[in-house]
Every structure is written in structure tokens, then in C-alpha cells.
């Protein structure tokens, strides 16, 4: 029973890759919003319904990764040390390289830059990041609510939350705008990546009433 329920889940899997393979490619050749579901389960050689049994949203397609990120985000914040905050757990996981930043071959730059330029050139991927983003966000705040023993909709569980999750927004703004500019290597970036968020990260630990005070004398009472 165990070899026939591995042999399942393999078919699966596999059958979920070739039709994520087989939309990104039309989605890269021909543009997000210019390919139909109907198109893609032709090239993937399965029924519409297949499709949408494996991504109940074209939008599933491109970002069944970063559907991921939530559970893992708030697995990081709930095994967290005793002893280590929330922005120190948020920042571990961060910095640790995700997707194709783990690998370092020119294939792998190609394909995160293929990546990047569909998404930001599709209105309906940034709306559903945007959503997913939100999401994350108050996931995130009621896992804190929880933690520190205040009522749903705390406001400062909500900022907390909103804040960590921005640094995520800033970071998938910052790999796509370099990795499509100046594709040197998925390694490459994720070490540039790792030392400009940890600035980041180091300012918000040390509170942010010094960043960018304006120079010169006081204004007149």
C-alpha cells in the first residue's frame, strides 16, 4: 500500500511540474495575460480540469512558490529559540537563499530573469502578489496576537507584521530589478542580497529614530 501511494504522489508531482513547465514557457513566449488555461493544458497534454486540480488559479502557476512562504515564514517565527525575537527569527529565514537563488549557472540566471520581467510586466501577477503579500501579513499578525496574548487586530501585531512582510516585498522588488538588469549569477546575488538586507535588518533591530534626520540647526519654536 505504502509503493502504491509513493508511486501516486511521484505521478503527481510529476504531472503538477509538467504543467507548471509547460505554462511558463507559453507565459515567457506570448505574456501572461495572452495564454489561456485551454493552451496550456493542450501543451501539457491534460484536460483543463487536470489543470485546475494542480492550480485552482492561472495565477498558481507562476507563484506555487511563493504559496510555500507563508507556512514556512510561520514555522520559522514559531521554532524560534527561546531568547530570540521575532525580527531576528524573520531575518534568519530570509537570508537563507530561496528557489533559484540556491543555484549558480547561467540557466538558472535565465530563468529567474524570465521570471522577473513576466511578473512585472503583468498587471494580474503584481495584483495577486499584492494579495498573497496582504495575506502573509495577517497571518503573520495573528500568529503574533497569539504569542503575546492580545485580541485579534492588535494594532501593533499588525504593524509588526506589515513591517516584516515589507521587507519581503522590498527584497523580491530588489532580486527582480538585479537579476534583470545585470544577470551575474543567482549566487552571486544571493550574497549581495544577504549583505544589504542584513543593513537593513541591523537598522530596524537598532529602532529608526536616527535614519535620515535632516541636517542642520532645529527649526524656530
Not at 484536460?47 to 510561520?74: H, M, R
Not at 499584492?130 to 499578525?141: E, G, H, N, P, V
Amino acid at each position: 500500500m505504502s509503493e502504491e501511494l509513493g508511486l501516486r504522489e511521484r505521478k503527481k508531482h510529476k504531472t503538477r511540474q509538467v504543467i507548471a513547465a509547460a505554462a511558463q514557457e507559453l507565459f515567457v513566449r506570448r505574456g501572461f495575460e495572452n495564454v489561456s488555461v485551454a493552451e496550456i493544458a493542450r501543451a501539457a497534454e491534460v484536460s483543463e480540469t487536470t489543470v485546475f486540480n494542480y492550480f485552482p488559479t492561472k495565477e498558481d502557476l507562476i507563484y506555487q512558490g511563493l504559496e510555500a512562504f507563508e507556512d514556512q515564514l510561520l514555522q520559522a517565527i514559531r521554532d524560534r529559540p527561546p531568547g530570540e525575537g521575532v525580527l531576528q527569527a524573520f531575518g534568519h529565514f530570509i537570508l537563507q537563499p530561496h528557489g533559484l537563488l540556491t543555484a549558480d549557472d547561467a540557466a538558472s540566471a535565465g530563468a529567474l530573469a524570465s521570471v522577473s520581467r513576466l511578473i512585472t510586466s503583468s498587471p494580474s501577477l503584481i495584483a495577486r502578489e499584492q494579495q498573497m503579500l496582504t495575506r502573509f501579513a495577517d497571518s503573520l499578525a495573528a500568529l503574533l496576537a497569539e504569542e503575546t496574548g492580545t485580541g485579534p487586530g492588535d494594532l501593533t501585531c499588525q504593524i509588526v507584521a506589515n513591517t516584516l512582510i515589507g521587507i519581503h516585498r522590498a527584497v523580491l522588488s530588489y532580486v527582480r530589478q538585479r537579476i534583470v538588469a545585470d544577470p551575474a549569477g543567482p549566487r552571486q546575488l544571493a550574497r549581495d542580497l544577504e549583505a544589504d538586507c542584513q543593513k537593513a535588518l541591523d537598522l530596524l533591530a537598532g529602532g529608526l529614530a536616527g535614519y535620515d534626520v535632516r541636517p542642520g540647526s532645529a527649526a524656530h519654536q
